[in-house]
């Protein structure tokens, strides 16, 4: 872990004690929980952001990015809702295509292998 992503939460900590309305601010802890590779708990914080914001379109690309790391199919879900909350991001349509390309990569392999 990189000693910034740990100062990082420590200050957002703090700016939550002061103001536990701030979507913003979870935004970013859950960014830095991210970054540190720790998805539970930057899932937790994209959905209380999607809770206080409800059109933070980034918030739903973020948390598909931690659920995407996690193998649960609830991310394309939420690149869904950030396109249609931003429809020019591209992140929501990279993150889109990446499960699109492995469902299809998938579907291609599934009867190769049943041959084997």
């Not at 539970?40 to 379109?57: Q, V, W």
């Not at 659920?67 to 879900?77: I, P, Q, S, Y």
């Amino acid at each position: 872990m990189h000693f910034w992503n740990v100062r990082s939460i420590a200050d957002y900590d703090e700016a939550i004690t002061i103001d536990p309305k701030h979507a913003s601010t979870y935004y970013n802890r859950g960014t830095a929980w991210f970054n540190k590779g720790d998805d539970e708990h930057a899932i937790a914080d994209f959905n209380r952001t999607i809770s206080l914001d409800p059109g933070f379109a980034d918030a739903f690309y973020k948390r598909g990015l931690s659920l995407f790391r996690k193998g649960n199919e609830g991310a394309f879900a939420d690149f869904e809702k950030a396109l249609n909350l931003d429809h020019k991001n591209p992140f929501g349509y990279f993150g889109r295509g990446v499960i699109r390309t492995r469902r299809q990569t998938m579907t291609e392999l599934l009867p190769i292998l049943a041959r084997q």
